[in-house]
């Protein structure tokens, strides 16, 4: 079968495009470690340019005072045009790929945004449809799927000391044992706290609680203007028949949360 070098070629620019980030800043690093080198590998040469420019100006000016320092440019300049040059590309491939993260982090923002304003507006409409009640029982067997899709013995659980209930959480996906109470009052305690900073991370919830800080725990949180820490709870059966609280929110966390949107 004749391979189809179209396609291949189509396939091998998108692995390159979607990975130009890491691919940048690898031949960044690269780049400055070249630099280095090129540059400790041009001082000798330097050093006796140096000399022997010292020996032109002694003899040519009958003085023996050094170089001036714009003479000592002039003099081994070109020694180190290799290592300028490495050193440059090594910054615009790191500024490259700053910026292309930069990009992506906004479009992953507004995408983020406009999929938790579609959602909100489902949920207010099923609610509308069908019921409260109705609506929180399609939300438990949500609440159940999750926790059947990550069951609980293919798991860690965490102990936090906070109780010996068994909970999870569905934006990190962890198991952890926890009390009702000490939840709810975790978040009304963020909330007290919102009103008088603004703001809280999601790893600040998950401070209060005792659970460990996670990388996507910086990036989500809560603004006071969008509304306080609200918990939704769901009491669900995990595989090993130990009953489990899930833990969901009624105002999802949101990127950019320093400010109100």
């Known amino acids: 079968m004749k391979p189809n070098l179209k396609a291949i070629a189509r396939s091998m620019g998108m692995a390159l495009q979607k990975h130009s980030p890491e691919i940048m800043t690898g031949i960044g690093i690269a780049g400055m470690v070249a630099t280095t080198i090129l540059a400790v590998r041009a001082t000798p040469k330097a050093l006796l340019l140096i000399q022997e420019a010292e020996e032109v100006k002694s003899q040519t000016e009958s003085s023996d005072e050094a170089l001036t320092p714009v003479e000592t440019i002039k003099a081994t300049w070109r020694c180190y045009v290799p290592a300028a040059v490495t050193g440059a590309l090594s910054m615009t491939c790191l500024i490259g790929a700053s910026s292309v993260n930069v990009r992506r982090n906004a479009a992953l923002a507004t995408a983020y945004k406009l999929s938790e304003s579609a959602l909100k507006g ?125 833990i969901d929110y009624q105002i999802a966390p949101k990127y950019d949360y320093t400010y109100a949107k």
């Not at 009702?180 to 609680?209: C, P, Q, T, W």
């Open 122 to 246: 489902y949920r207010e409409k099923v609610i509308e449809t069908i019921g409260e009640k109705k609506e929180q029982a399609v939300q438990d067997a949500v609440a159940k799927e999750r926790i059947n899709k990550s069951p609980v013995t293919n798991q860690e659980v965490i102990i936090t000391e906070k109780g010996n209930t068994l909970c999870y959480d569905v934006i990190s996906g962890r198991y952890f044992k926890s009390d009702i109470e000490k939840l709810k009052r975790a978040a009304n305690d963020l909330s007290r706290r919102m009103l008088d900073e603004g703001y809280v991370s999601l790893n600040d919830f998950y401070y209060e609680i005792a659970l460990p800080e996670t990388k996507l725990g910086d990036e989500l949180g809560w603004h006071v203007d969008n509304g306080l820490v609200d918990l939704r709870f769901s009491s669900q059966l995990a595989e090993d028949g130990t009953p489990c609280l899930v």
